[in-house]
């Protein structure tokens, strides 16, 4: 986890994300923050707590929560964030919702800010240490799970087909039954990972709970290190997600965990490189025959610049035969 001591970036992001989880006294702290961050970034200990009509020593407690030695350190993450959401206008899009007049243009800057804003957070919470364990349970696995459902199981079923390629042996499961049986045949050195960004999703956690039960190393990708299916993982990865109009939270999650699940695939390729070189090549010769060569493309396009001429009105028509030329 991050040092007490230092400052992290994306605390706007965290609090956001789990002020639903928070007891009162703290949501609303939280909620004085996010109200107006670069305001509580000037305030002391006793405004904030005047403010949300709480105490320091509750101010001090949301610190501890957060990660943080005191208030100090809050103040100095926020500020840093604030600074860096108003250059990339951030907080302008961050939030707002898309209403049926917006032109094509603004839609795509506020879901293009919504994905950057989550994937940056994502990256700035994102536990190395609990990255590494994870490589390292996969490289050694002689089997690997995933379990996700919705869209979950599409990033799951992604992840799946990318460690395949590098030579893990590995399932993605989003049907209960199936995945509850496959969990139960997991043993110690053995790794489940199931994904959830709520982390509140009960079939997702029976499948982790399953497998854990087993001695598998289970690891939860989830939005809340404080969920029920934190709870019963050993490791925990943490993704963020900003949602916009049409795109629930769930669905704005995508983009970081399959941010968070490609970082894996890469470090593992990265640290089994000559397993996973040769794995990559054999895979890649297999469906080889499937591929028309390059050469074939660059044949049928001169054929159809040839086949196809413009006339000086415009319209196009066959090219004439060698005889009418």
């Avoid at 039960?213 to 050993?234: I, K, N, Y």
């Avoid at 049409?246 to 970081?256: G, I, K, N, Y």
């Amino acid at each position: 986890m991050v040092a007490a001591t230092e400052p992290t970036g994306g605390v706007l992001g965290r609090i956001r994300t789990e002020l639903p989880t928070l007891p009162d006294a703290l949501q609303r702290v939280a909620e004085q923050l996010l109200a107006d961050p670069a305001e509580a970034a000037l305030a002391t200990i006793v405004d904030l707590a005047e403010r949300s009509g709480t105490s320091t020593a509750t101010i001090t407690r949301f610190c501890r929560v957060f990660g943080f030695s005191g208030y100090a350190a809050l103040r100095v993450a926020i500020a840093t964030e604030t600074g860096r959401a108003a250059q990339a206008r951030w907080e302008l899009d961050i939030g707002r919702e898309i209403v049926p007049q917006d032109p094509l243009d603004r839609v795509l800057e506020i879901v293009a800010s919504a994905d950057t804003r989550a994937i940056q957070e994502t990256v700035a919470r994102l536990d190395r240490e609990s990255l590494e364990r994870v490589v390292a349970a996969l490289a050694g696995a002689q089997r690997v799970e995933l379990f996700g459902i919705g869209s979950s199981g599409t990033v799951a079923a992604e992840m799946a087909f990318r460690l395949q390629r590098i030579g893990v042996v590995c399932w993605a499961r989003s049907e209960v039954h199936t995945a509850l049986t496959n969990a139960a045949l997991l043993r110690p050195g053995d790794v489940a990972i199931g994904l959830s960004h709520g982390g509140r999703t009960h079939e997702i956690i029976e499948m982790l709970a399953e497998a854990g039960s087993h001695g598998a190393t289970t690891v939860a990708v989830t939005s809340f290190p404080r969920s029920p299916l934190a709870e019963v993982a050993d490791v925990v990865l943490t993704t963020a997600a900003h949602e916009t109009t049409f795109r629930a939270e769930a669905l704005a999650a995508v983009h970081s965990q399959l941010l968070v699940l490609d970082l894996i695939y890469v470090v593992l390729a990265q640290r089994t490189f000559e397993r996973s070189s040769v794995a990559f090549e054999v895979t890649a010769e297999a469906v080889a025959g499937h591929r028309l060569p390059e050469e074939a493309d660059d044949s049928r396009r001169s054929a159809g610049r040839r086949g196809r001429r413009r006339d000086t009105s415009g319209r196009t028509r066959p090219a004439p035969k060698p005889e009418e030329a």
